[in-house]
C-alpha cells in the first residue's frame, strides 16, 4: 500500500487574534458585569434620566386622552382607581374599602354616584336623615355646584392636569433602571431615590408617554394607556339627577377629601 507523507493535514495557517490590552480589557469587562458585551443604548435610551423624565412629563402634558387605571394607597387608605381623562372632562370609579364612587364631569358639569357613605358622618353612624338619602341616591347622580367647596376636590379625579402632570413626582436624584413591559409596551425605568421618591415607567418607542407611575415603594401602582383615545361623555337622564342642595340643605357632606385629587374620597377617613 503506498502512503502519502503528510495527506489530510490542513495547510492552513492558524488564525490569531488580535492580543491588545483594549481587547483584554473588554473581555473582563463583559465577564465582570455581563453588560460591556450588550448592544450600546440608542434615542431616548441613551438620553439621562432626568431627561427622559421631562420628556415624559411633557408627552403627558400635551395628550388629549388617557385611561388611568390601578391602585393607590394613602397611608392606611387603599383606593382602586378607574378614570377615563380627555381635556373636555372625564369618567370613572373610585372604589375604597367600603364603597364605589363614580364621577362624571362634563366641561364644568360634575355628577357624583356613590352610596350612603358618601353623606354620612364621620362617625359611621347613620339615622332616619343618612337612610332618606341612601332611598334617594339609589342609582341617581347628584349634581354638584361649582360653589360647593367639596366641586374643587372631587373634580380633581376627572383633570388630566391633575391626574397625570400634577399627580406624578418623583423626589430625588433620577436614575436610569433597565426596562419593564407595561401592557405590552417596552418601556424604561426611572427611579428616584432608589424608588423611595417613587418610579416612573416611559414609553421607549414613539411618543415617550408614562405609562406607570409607583409613587413609593408601598403606595400601589398606577397605569396609564390609551393616550389619545377618544371616548363619549354622555350627560345623565334629568330623571336620573338628584339634586344637591336637598339632600344638604347647602352644607357640604361631612365626609370631605383633601385638596388634591390624591387625598381622601368623600365619605371615608
Not at 493535514?9 to 491588545?20: E, K, N, Y
Not at 434620566?49 to 408627552?59: L, N, Q
Request: contains cysteine; hydrophobic residues 35%; proline residues 7%.
Amino acid at each position: 500500500m503506498i502512503t502519502t507523507p503528510g495527506a489530510g493535514l490542513s495547510t492552513v495557517p492558524p488564525v490569531r487574534l488580535p492580543q491588545t490590552k483594549t481587547t483584554i480589557a473588554l473581555l473582563a469587562a463583559c465577564v465582570l458585569t455581563g453588560t460591556a458585551c450588550s448592544k450600546a443604548e440608542t434615542g431616548l435610551g441613551a438620553e439621562s434620566a432626568d431627561s427622559i423624565a421631562g420628556k415624559s412629563k411633557t408627552a403627558a402634558a400635551g395628550a388629549g386622552a388617557v385611561h388611568v387605571q390601578g391602585v393607590w394607597k394613602i397611608q392606611s387608605q387603599q383606593f382602586r382607581i378607574d378614570l377615563r381623562l380627555k381635556r373636555e372632562g372625564g369618567v370613572g370609579t373610585v372604589v375604597t374599602a367600603d364603597s364605589t364612587i363614580e364621577l362624571l364631569r362634563i366641561g364644568e358639569d360634575l355628577f357624583v354616584r356613590g352610596d350612603a357613605r358618601l353623606y354620612q358622618g364621620r362617625d359611621g353612624r347613620g339615622g332616619a336623615d343618612v337612610e332618606q338619602s341612601a332611598q334617594a341616591l339609589r342609582d341617581k347622580f347628584v349634581k354638584v355646584p361649582p360653589a360647593d367647596p367639596s366641586y374643587a376636590r372631587l373634580s380633581g379625579f376627572t383633570r388630566m392636569q391633575d391626574m397625570i402632570t400634577d399627580l406624578i413626582r418623583l423626589n430625588g436624584k433620577l436614575k436610569k433602571d433597565g426596562r419593564e413591559n407595561v401592557r405590552g409596551a417596552e418601556s424604561l425605568k426611572v427611579v428616584a431615590d432608589r424608588g423611595r421618591g417613587g418610579e416612573l415607567r416611559v414609553a421607549l418607542h414613539g411618543i415617550p408617554f408614562p405609562l406607570k407611575y409607583i409613587p413609593s415603594p408601598n403606595g400601589g401602582a398606577l397605569e396609564l394607556f390609551e393616550y389619545n383615545q377618544d371616548f363619549p361623555l354622555v350627560l345623565p337622564k334629568p330623571e336620573d339627577v338628584v339634586d344637591y342642595g336637598t339632600l344638604t340643605d347647602g352644607k357640604e357632606p361631612s365626609g370631605k377629601p383633601s385638596d388634591k385629587p390624591g387625598g381622601p374620597v368623600p365619605g371615608t377617613d
